[in-house]
C-alpha cells in the first residue's frame, strides 16, 4: 500500500509510470474533465479501454420530484466540468479549449465507454489501472490528479497493488458496469457535449443556449400534463383564426394554468378581447368532451348566447360551441327556468370548467347571513358547483379584479383552490402560504397608501411588495395593458389603438357676481339641514342602542342602521326623488308572483312625534308597510 499526498508526488506523477500500452482503466467519479484528459493524453492514447461510471445522475433524465431532487448546481457543475471546473479557470483561460475537446472527443470514440449511475444510491469514487487501485477518487480532473490545488486542505489518495484487493474492487465495477437497472450508457451525450466546444456554432444557436441554461429551471418544472394537447384540434378551430397573436398566446397559458393550478385569472385591460380569449379556451376543453357553464350578469347573456347559438351574426357559429349560460343570480335560485335551463333539474357539480364573466362580481368572498343562514352567492357557487361533482377548473374575468384590497383577489383565487388554501400552497414555488402573502401584501400596500403623495409611487409600492407575491400573480393570473401589447408584440395586424385623452375636468361658476353663493356655500348649507324624520336613530337613548343595533344588521362600523338613514338623510338634501308606490302595486306584485298574503302592518309613530313639523304632510300616506307573505308550494 502507497499512500500519494498530491504535494510530494501526485497522481499524475504516479499514472505516468503506471500506465503502460495495452493498460485498462475503470474510473467510478462525479465529473470528468478534458483538462485531465490533455494532462495524461499521451499515456491514454496507448490504453486499450476506459470504462468511466458517473457515480451521481449525469447527462440523464432525472425522473423524481424537483423535492426530492439534490441542489441543481452541483449537478450543472458536474455535466459543465467537461469543460473543466472552477479550479481549472487558468487553463480555460489560456484559450485552447477548442483543440483539446477537439482530441478528446476523437479519443473518447476510439477508447472511452461512460456510463452513468441512474439512482439515487450513492457511489464511492475508485479508479483502477491493471492490478493498482487508487481511492478516493472524487473526480478525474486536474485537481484530482494533483495538478492544481482546488480547495482541499489535504488530499490524499490510497494506491493498493494487491492482487485480491485489485480483483475485489475490479469485480465490484464488473457488477455495477453490467447492472442496466443502475446504469444508463451516455457515452454518445458526452461526446456531444464535448464537441460542441469546438463546433462552429451559428450566433442563433448560441442565443437558443443562453436561453436555456437561463431558464431551465423552469422547463424542468413544465409537464407535457400540463401543456395544450394540440391533438385536439383546437388550433384548427374558427375562434383561433380569428385571435392576434397576443390573444393566442394568453389562451395558451390560461389552459396551461387551469390545468396546473385548476384556476386562473384573466385580467387584460378593457377592450383587449378577454371574451374572445375565453372562447379558445372553451373550445379547447369541449374539443376533449368537457362540460362548460359560463356565469355572466344578465346583461351580458345576449353575447355569450349569440356565440353559441345558430346565427347569421355569429361569427364563430362553425365551431358550434355547446356551453350552458347562466347568470349570477341563479346561484342563489333553486326553482324556475333560466335562460332556458330548468334549475330545478340542473346537475350543478358536472360541470369540468367553469368561466366567470365579470368575476369581481365575487370578490366579497363567502358569507352566511339571516335567520335562516342563506348562503350568499359565492358560497353558493363553491359548494354547488366548485367543490360538487367532477373536479372543476375556474377561469375567470375581470379588468378590474382588485377593488382596494388583495382580500378580493385573493376570494376569487379562492374558487379555483375550492376555499382549501393547503392545494394552492402544493403547487406554488413560494416560501410562505398563499394567506401568509396576501397579508404581508395588504400589509405592504396599507403603510404605502400612508405616504406622502411624492412618495406614493408605482415603484415605491413594487419595492415594498415580496418576490412570493409576484411568483403568485405570475402562476395564477394574465394581466396586460395596450402598453405591454404593443411594446413586445407585433401589432400590424391590430393597428393602433385609440389615443386615450386626458380628462376635461370643467369647474364653472354659479355666476360672475363678485359677493354672490356659490357652489361650496350651497354644499354646506344642505349638509347642515337636519331632515330628522329620515334619521330616527338620533333620537334614541343611548342605553337602549345596543338593542337597535342588532335589529337592524349590523355589519360593523361602516354599515349600521345609523348609517343607513344618515345616507337617506344626505340624498334628500340635494332633493333626491323619493318615488311611492300604491298599495294596489305592492299586493298585486305580490299575487302576481304566487305569494299568499298572511298579514298587512301599518306602523305608525308615537303621539309625542305628530307635533314635529311636517308630520302632518308625511301621515298623507303610510311611512312604514310591513307586508307577510309566503310562496306557494
Same mark, same amino acid.
Given at each position: 500500500m502507497q499512500i500519494i499526498d498530491n504535494i510530494n508526488k501526485t497522481v499524475k506523477d504516479d499514472l505516468q509510470v503506471g500506465i503502460h500500452k495495452g493498460s485498462k482503466m475503470s474510473v467510478a467519479a462525479a465529473c470528468f474533465s478534458i483538462y485531465a484528459y490533455q494532462?495524461?493524453?499521451?499515456?491514454?492514447?496507448?490504453?486499450?479501454?476506459?470504462?468511466?461510471?458517473?457515480?451521481?445522475?449525469?447527462?440523464v433524465t432525472e425522473k423524481t420530484s424537483k423535492a426530492q431532487r439534490e441542489f441543481y448546481i452541483p449537478r450543472i457543475s458536474r455535466e459543465s466540468s467537461l469543460y473543466g471546473t472552477e479550479f481549472e479557470v487558468k487553463l480555460r483561460n489560456e484559450l485552447t479549449q477548442k483543440a483539446i475537446a477537439k482530441e478528446c472527443a476523437d479519443w473518447i470514440r476510439r477508447k472511452a465507454v461512460f456510463k452513468s449511475n441512474v439512482t439515487q444510491e450513492q457511489m464511492m469514487g475508485f479508479m483502477t489501472v491493471d492490478e493498482s487501485t487508487y481511492m478516493p477518487i472524487n473526480g478525474f480532473t486536474t485537481v484530482d490528479l494533483g495538478c492544481e490545488r482546488g480547495n482541499n486542505a489535504y488530499y490524499p489518495v490510497q494506491k493498493t497493488e494487491s492482487f485480491e484487493n485489485a480483483n475485489y474492487f475490479l469485480g465490484l465495477? $464488473?457488477?455495477?458496469?453490467?447492472?442496466?437497472?443502475?446504469?444508463?450508457?451516455?457515452?454518445?451525450?458526452?461526446? $456531444?457535449?464535448?464537441?460542441? =466546444? @469546438?463546433?462552429?456554432?451559428?450566433?442563433? @444557436?448560441?442565443?437558443?443556449?443562453?436561453?436555456?441554461?437561463?431558464?431551465? $429551471?423552469?422547463?424542468?418544472?413544465?409537464s407535457e400534463d400540463e401543456l395544450p394537447n394540440e391533438a385536439t384540434g383546437f388550433k384548427e378551430s374558427k375562434i383561433w383564426g380569428m385571435l392576434y397573436n397576443f390573444q393566442r398566446d394568453a389562451v395558451l397559458a390560461i389552459i396551461?394554468?387551469?390545468?396546473?393550478?385548476?384556476?386562473?385569472?384573466? =385580467?387584460?385591460?378593457?377592450?383587449?378581447?378577454?371574451?374572445?380569449?375565453?372562447?379558445?379556451?372553451?373550445?379547447?376543453?369541449?374539443?376533449?368532451?368537457?362540460?362548460?357553464?359560463?356565469?355572466?350578469?344578465?346583461?351580458?347573456?345576449?353575447?355569450?348566447? #349569440?356565440?353559441?347559438?345558430? @346565427?347569421?351574426?355569429?361569427?364563430?357559429?362553425?365551431?358550434?360551441?355547446?356551453y350552458d349560460v347562466l347568470y349570477h343570480t341563479d346561484l342563489s335560485r333553486e326553482h324556475g327556468l333560466s335562460n332556458g335551463i330548468d334549475l330545478d333539474r340542473l346537475n350543478w357539480g358536472n360541470y369540468d370548467l367553469v368561466v366567470i364573466d365579470e368575476s369581481h362580481n365575487f370578490r366579497n368572498g363567502g358569507e352566511v347571513s339571516g335567520?335562516?343562514?342563506?348562503?350568499?352567492?359565492?358560497?353558493?357557487?363553491?359548494?354547488?358547483?366548485?367543490?360538487?361533482?367532477?373536479? #372543476?377548473?375556474?377561469?375567470?374575468?375581470?379588468?378590474?379584479?382588485?377593488?382596494?384590497?388583495?382580500?378580493?383577489?385573493?376570494?376569487?383565487?379562492?374558487? =379555483?383552490?375550492?376555499?382549501?388554501?393547503?392545494?394552492?400552497?402544493k403547487k406554488l414555488d #413560494?416560501?410562505?402560504?398563499?394567506?401568509?402573502?396576501?397579508?404581508?401584501?395588504?400589509?405592504?400596500?396599507?403603510?404605502?397608501?400612508?405616504?406622502?403623495?411624492?412618495?406614493? #409611487?408605482?415603484?415605491?409600492?413594487?419595492?415594498?411588495?415580496?418576490?412570493?407575491?409576484?411568483?403568485?400573480?405570475?402562476?395564477?393570473?394574465?394581466?396586460?395593458?395596450?402598453?405591454?401589447?404593443?411594446?413586445? @408584440?407585433?401589432?400590424?395586424?391590430?393597428?393602433?389603438?385609440?389615443?386615450?385623452?386626458?380628462?376635461?375636468?370643467?369647474?364653472?361658476?354659479?355666476?360672475?357676481?363678485?359677493?354672490?353663493?356659490?357652489?361650496?356655500?350651497?354644499?354646506?348649507?344642505?349638509?347642515?339641514?337636519?331632515?330628522?324624520?329620515?334619521?330616527?336613530?338620533?333620537? +334614541?337613548?343611548p342605553s337602549k342602542l345596543a338593542?337597535?343595533?342588532?335589529?337592524?344588521?349590523?355589519?360593523?362600523?361602516?354599515?349600521?342602521?345609523?348609517?343607513?338613514?344618515e345616507g337617506i338623510r344626505r340624498l334628500m338634501s340635494i332633493n333626491f326623488t323619493k318615488y311611492h308606490r300604491t298599495l294596489t302595486t305592492y299586493l298585486n306584485t305580490l299575487?302576481?308572483?304566487?305569494? +299568499?298574503?298572511?298579514?298587512?302592518?301599518?306602523?305608525?309613530?308615537?303621539?309625542?312625534?305628530?307635533?314635529?313639523?311636517?308630520?302632518?304632510?308625511?301621515?298623507?300616506?303610510?311611512?312604514?308597510?310591513?307586508?307577510?307573505?309566503?310562496?306557494?308550494?
Open positions: 494532462e495524461l493524453k499521451k499515456q491514454l492514447e496507448g490504453i486499450d479501454e476506459l470504462r468511466f461510471i458517473f457515480t451521481s445522475p449525469t447527462f465495477f $464488473e457488477q455495477l458496469w453490467n447492472d442496466k437497472k443502475k446504469l444508463q450508457e451516455v457515452t454518445d451525450i458526452v461526446i $456531444e457535449n464535448i464537441s460542441a =466546444a @469546438y463546433r462552429e456554432n451559428a450566433p442563433e @444557436y448560441i442565443y437558443f443556449v443562453a436561453l436555456y441554461n437561463i431558464f431551465k $429551471e423552469f422547463l424542468d418544472d413544465v396551461s394554468k387551469l390545468e396546473k393550478f385548476n384556476g386562473c385569472i384573466l =385580467a387584460d385591460s378593457v377592450g383587449l378581447g378577454k371574451t374572445f380569449t375565453a372562447l379558445a379556451v372553451i373550445k379547447y376543453y369541449e374539443n376533449r368532451n368537457k362540460s362548460v357553464l359560463v356565469l355572466c350578469p344578465k346583461k351580458l347573456s345576449e353575447n355569450w348566447n #349569440t356565440y353559441k347559438g345558430n @346565427y347569421i351574426n355569429n361569427p364563430i357559429a362553425a365551431d358550434r360551441l355547446r335567520e335562516d343562514a342563506k348562503e350568499n352567492r359565492y358560497l353558493k357557487l363553491l359548494n354547488k358547483v366548485v367543490r360538487a361533482g367532477v373536479k #372543476t377548473k375556474v377561469l375567470m374575468l375581470s379588468a378590474t379584479p382588485v377593488n382596494n384590497k388583495f382580500i378580493d383577489l385573493k376570494n376569487q383565487l379562492a374558487l =379555483a383552490y375550492e376555499g382549501d388554501a393547503s392545494q394552492m400552497n #413560494t416560501t410562505k402560504s398563499i394567506d401568509e402573502i396576501f397579508r404581508q401584501a395588504q400589509k405592504a400596500f396599507n403603510a404605502w397608501s400612508k405616504l406622502p403623495a411624492d412618495e406614493r #409611487t408605482t415603484d415605491e409600492l413594487l419595492r415594498t411588495l415580496d418576490f412570493d407575491f409576484f411568483e403568485l400573480l405570475d402562476s395564477v393570473t394574465i394581466a396586460r395593458s395596450r402598453k405591454h401589447i404593443e411594446k413586445y @408584440y407585433n401589432t400590424s395586424d391590430i393597428g393602433k389603438f385609440p389615443e386615450r385623452l386626458p380628462p376635461i375636468s370643467l369647474r364653472p361658476c354659479l355666476t360672475d357676481l363678485n359677493d354672490a353663493i356659490n357652489y361650496n356655500d350651497i354644499y354646506s348649507l344642505l349638509m347642515s339641514l337636519s331632515l330628522t324624520i329620515y334619521t330616527p336613530s338620533n333620537y +334614541i337613548m338593542k337597535y343595533i342588532d335589529m337592524t344588521h349590523h355589519q360593523g362600523n361602516s354599515l349600521t342602521q345609523q348609517g343607513r338613514e299575487l302576481s308572483n304566487s305569494f +299568499i298574503i298572511n298579514q298587512i302592518v301599518e306602523p305608525q309613530p308615537p303621539e309625542n312625534m305628530m307635533d314635529i313639523p311636517g308630520m302632518a304632510d308625511e301621515m298623507r300616506r303610510p311611512m312604514m308597510l310591513i307586508v307577510s307573505a309566503k310562496k306557494k308550494m
